[in-house]
């Protein structure tokens, strides 16, 4: 039975985590063969206390019906510089530990994060990859105004590197036809190695917030009513 390893920066229960990815996943997961498979592995990225967020538990609990194995790793907070440059070297060996253990045919990375964090296995493993593209990432970095030279030619480089992982791509994924076309066009990926899947969100499951609960967040944060918030 071939194994498949989805990697998502994204919690699944963010609210883009409810509405566009774990929907997404659980078309899938239903319409699989359970006797083939692929058998499957989800890695997550969540926020703190994310165990007691509603929902976490019906998701789990659809995971463990379909024997889909759900890693939850810690999204990076709020800190200083070399905090988060800690976070950053822990969860590659974490997510690089998962793949050599697993060894899975196909690894799927949802956008170009978990892709750079799982580098060395796409080098060490024979496993194909997925690169599911939600945008260029570093190309949009680069438009904004970067004063410093040193992170400026880091983002020239993240923009290199980041043409250079859908090269060696076996499959791409992008969300429009113009995406599609230029990535062809500019010699990235062949025609039958790209399909376009559009962004779309169950808005069911985004959890509305009443009023009041608004007016104690506002007041939590010190901000008076009927001040404007940009």
């Known amino acids: ?38 058998r499957l592995t989800i890695v997550s990225f969540e926020k703190k206390g994310y165990q007691f967020e ?21 999204f990076c907070g709020s800190g200083s510089f070399p905090r988060k440059i800690l976070f950053w070297i822990e969860s590659a060996i974490r997510v690089n530990s998962l793949l050599l253990k697993a060894k899975p045919d196909w690894i799927h990375s949802r956008g170009v994060v978990p892709l750079i964090l799982s580098y060395p296995s796409l080098v060490w493993l024979p496993s194909k990859f997925i ?13 904004k105004r970067i004063a410093s030279i ?4 880091l983002v020239f480089f993240g923009d290199y590197f980041e043409r250079m992982l859908i090269k060696k791509a076996d499959y791409v994924i992008v969300l429009t036809d113009n995406l599609c076309r230029k990535l062809v066009v500019d ?35 010190g901000i008076q009513d009927g001040q404007l918030v940009i």
């Open 150 to 153: 040193l992170l400026r030619s």
């Open 54 to 74: 509603a929902g976490y538990q019906s998701i789990k609990n659809f995971f463990d019906e379909h024997c889909v194995v759900w890693c939850e790793l810690q």
């Open 187 to 221: 010699k990235l990926i062949s025609a039958d190695k790209v399909s376009v899947i559009p962004c779309a969100a169950d808005f069911k499951r985004f959890f509305v917030v009443d009023r009041e609960a608004k007016l104690n967040q506002r007041r939590r944060l």
């Open 1 to 38: 039975m071939a194994s498949l390893v989805y990697l998502t920066y994204d919690g699944l229960l963010d609210p883009l985590g409810r509405s566009q990815i774990f929907p997404y996943l659980k078309y899938v997961i239903n319409n699989l063969d359970r006797e083939i498979g692929p």
């Open 131 to 143: 690169f599911d593209i939600r945008g260029f990432f570093f190309l949009e970095l680069l438009q």
